[in-house]
């Protein structure tokens, strides 16, 4: 196939790029250059996808297969790009986000479910940010009517993860001594490998695919406990996980999911944060490898290098427990357990 991938240097854009080459597809990545370099075998344009004229110079005389969109935030921008690749490429498909479902992460989600109220050419101003994907969505369905794939993710891990959850664990985990654990260690989380994904996403395409498929791993395939036992076999380094209340925690000062990553206090805001179905997709062909493998891989990666460092950042939220903060919350724990 030829396709078409609109950004593909960092983490999920990466492994469809690395995957779609192994399978010996003609690859064109469109991009401004700034966030990773090029894999060998693909060939880049450069250009910014706000710009109209690079849009324009991108599409003249070219056609394309497919179109995959990895880095489709804002409404307007995505309905830019689609109607300059209209003409230009047999089908769309766009990574969008459990985000765009209004009900999560308070219910348990499947596609079935009602999408936030987002218009296709919405700006940020417009709406709240959760609803923005659900905007991105409808402007690739009104531009490629029953010619759009659309996957919705959960949260993805795996090598060169850019924003920095599960690489802060396998870091902080890998300075040995004594680290902080949210809750419980039977707590679930639902978590997928981008290369899961990447090739979910390829062989539906090779199918001619199209339609809406929720795509994060098996309802809770782990747990808190086996990921960070699975981070301290990775790196070795024989760290000592300290389980402390997730109210003592939140009184503490400390912040679920930004300071502390992939932690979601239980309570019914949250009921449905690790039980969305991927029934559909897994029907559909999608395997999901062992977390014990993504996180040794991750780890890896993180070693070697060959991936841009992790931003350790969610949008402009710093991502990861300050260290100082860290041990005078721990200080606390064990004061709390020494006088009971």
Known sequence: MKILLIGGTVFLGRALVDEALRRGHEVTLFNR??????????EAVRGDREDEDALRALAEGRTWDWVIDTCGFEPRIVRRSVRALAGH?????????????ADWPTKAVDESFPRHACAPDASPDDVPYNALKAGCERAVE?????RALIVNPGIIVGPGENVGRLPWWL?????GGRVLAPGSPDRAVQLIDARDIADFVLDRLAEGGTGRYLTTGVRENTTMGELLAACVDATGAGTELVWADERFLQDHGVAPWTEVPLWVPTG???????????????????RCRPI??????????????GHPRPKYLQGATPVGLDKDKHDAVLAAWDARGSRA
């Open 171 to 175: 870091e902080t985990i890998a300075r």
């Open 33 to 42: 250059g700034q966030a990773g370099p090029t894999p060998d075998g693909a």
């Open 268 to 286: 019914p805001e949250s009921a449905g944060a690790w039980t969305a179905s991927s029934a559909k997709a897994l029907a559909a062909g999608l």
């Open 292 to 305: 014990t493998e993504t996180v040794a891989d991750t780890w890896r990666a993180l070693v070697e290098g």
């Open 142 to 146: 009104e531009g490629f009517p029953e």
């Open 89 to 101: 490429a047999d089908a769309y498909a766009f990574v969008s986000s459990f985000h765009a479902y």
